[in-house]
């Protein structure tokens, strides 16, 4: 089996938590892949409301860049799109999120954003705290 497709972007959170990705992941208030996944970045997101999933969302790269994946979550996802209508994600099937997306995850908000310079690639809390 080929290994996952690579790419950058930051990844940044309502919360002031920020996250530069290069491959596969899972966005969550506690992500847990299944026992026979295998993923690089594990964002926990704190989230006092419990309206994040505990393993909300998946997303990868491909050859025409990030895609994202709604994982069955109780609250659902949203993708916001660049100049389009807010699609809700239908869970199991991959959505494009191109730079300038915005996914609402339940309540919490998430941006999709070009990388200006390279840097970890953990869950950040903002700075300050």
């Known amino acids: ?3 996952p497709a690579q ?3 930051r990844l940044t959170f309502a919360t ?5 990705v290069t491959g596969n992941g899972l966005i969550g208030r506690q992500p847990l892949p299944d026992p026979n996944e295998t993923f690089r ?3 926990a997101i704190p989230d006092p409301s419990r309206s994040l999933s505990k393993t909300h969302l998946e997303f990868g790269f491909d050859d025409g860049g990030l895609w994202v994946r709604d994982r069955w979550s109780a609250n659902g996802s949203v993708l916001v799109a660049p100049t389009q209508a807010p699609l809700p994600l239908e869970a199991g099937r991959r959505y ?12 919490v908000e998430m941006a ?3 990388v200006e310079g390279s840097a ?6 903002p700075a300050g705290r």
């Open 1 to 3: 089996m080929a290994p």
């Open 7 to 9: 790419g950058l972007v």
């Open 16 to 20: 002031g938590q920020h996250a530069v």
């Open 41 to 43: 970045h594990i964002l």
């Open 96 to 107: 494009r999120a191109k730079l300038g997306s915005r996914l609402l995850l339940s309540s």
């Open 112 to 114: 999709v954003e070009r």
């Open 120 to 125: 970890g690639a953990t869950a950040r809390p």
